[in-house]
């Protein structure tokens, strides 16, 4: 199995180098990732600019990584179209600090780079872990060479594209593995009127709404202390979901135990 890593924190993002530590034990792994943290850039692709991408040291030993001016999408159009020349089986966007929950699969370059690459008829995740003092990306590592494996198993639909949402804990506290849909509400955006010393300007500021309602919902599964899965890319495009076996999620919760 080949599988191709980005993120939108930038290249040296921590989350992406434990990503990519980890799925090295299991696979062929390469590494195309912007150069810089880029947030809420959601899906967009640099047409109006040159994309340029620079050959640099390996993220993890021995792992081939490319640095790119550019966006998520760019690394995974560019990697697909030219700079990895093996077949590549799966995008994994991430790991990103902090959850992408609701509308934020509008907007997260964590996501749109998955999008891109279900977009190219291949299986991809996206996988994020909620912010806090101690960031867990070992165990959502973990759990997301887990999902690649039963990608790899085919036990999913071929070119699924997965937002996997983790909260930040160690495995041992994690309650369960949620299949769920986007929160419909789960920011409020805020414009502050701000004054530069000569202008007036206006900044955005994105906030959460902490209450879930709906138990169907990514941003509830996370509130209760469950893993999030949610697929994309199906209802806009007006087709039935893909199906996913019910004993799923049991057989990756089970799986992850065992890792403890
Ligand atoms: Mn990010």
Redesign the pocket.
């Known amino acids: 199995m080949k599988i191709l890593v980005t ?3 930038g290249i040296f993002a921590d989350g992406l180098r434990t990503l990519v530590k980890e799925l090295k034990n299991i696979a062929q792994v390469v590494v195309v990732a912007p150069d810089r ?1 880029l ?1 809420a850039i959601g899906t967009a692709i640099s047409l109006y600019q040159p994309v340029r991408a620079k050959k640099v040291t390996p993220v993890i030993a021995g792992v081939e990584s490319y640095a790119v001016e550019g966006t998520p999408a760019d690394c995974v159009i560019l990697a697909l179209d030219k700079l990895v020349k093996d077949k590549v089986d799966l995008v994994i966007s991430g790991i ?3 959850t992408n929950l609701g509308d934020d699969v509008l907007m ?3 996501v749109g780079a998955a999008l891109h690459g279900s977009l190219h008829g291949l299986p991809a995740l996206a996988i994020s872990v909620a912010l806090g003092d101690n960031l867990y990306f070992d165990d959502a590592a973990k759990f997301a060479a887990l999902l690649a494996r039963k990608i790899d198993a085919q036990v999913l639909p071929a070119n699924i594209c997965l937002n996997v949402n983790l909260p930040n804990m160690p495995i041992g506290e994690i309650k369960g593995v949620k299949i769920t849909c986007p929160a419909t509400k789960s920011h409020t955006d805020i414009v502050e009127e701000r004054y530069d010393g000569k202008r007036q300007y206006y900044w955005f500021v994105r906030q959460r709404i902490n209450k879930a309602e709906d138990e169907k919902t990514d941003s509830w599964a996370l509130e209760q202390g469950n893993i999030s899965i949610t697929p994309l890319l199906t209802s806009e495009v007006n087709r039935p979901s893909p199906p996913i076996p019910d004993s799923l999620c049991s057989d990756l919760f089970y799986e992850l135990q065992q890792l403890i």
């Open positions: 993120n939108d924190d943290e947030a990103n600090r902090g997260s370059g964590t």
